[in-house]
């Protein structure tokens, strides 16, 4: 946990090909033990320890690959309360919870 009046860790995410229901969707699933709440393009969660991060999304774009039509989001993940080490996991377990197939 970090002390209180530091600063918030943000990552960003640029271009992930992901729906804005591909996201709301998964999202929840990778919250284990937090209550959240959606408001407009974010989602707000809070921890019972008081950990909280606000996974906000822009608007929804597309990614065009000939005549493949993609969606295409960014996304930032802003935490308060973790420290680096924390944010590390949760961003480990938000990456996965998205992969898509491939190789």
Do not use: N, Y
């Amino acid at each position: 946990m970090t002390a209180a009046g530091e600063q918030p860790l943000r990552v960003a995410r640029a271009a992930m090909g992901i729906s804005h229901d591909d996201f709301f969707r998964v999202l929840p699933l990778v919250l284990a033990g937090a209550e959240w709440r959606r408001e407009g393009l974010s989602i707000h969660a809070e921890w019972p320890q008081g950990a909280r991060l606000v996974a906000s999304i822009s608007a929804q774009g597309q990614r065009r690959i000939a005549s493949l039509c993609l969606p295409c989001v960014d996304v930032e993940l802003t935490f308060h309360g973790l420290d680096a080490a924390e944010c590390a996991s949760f961003v480990q377990r938000f990456d996965t919870a998205f992969q898509k197939g491939g190789g």
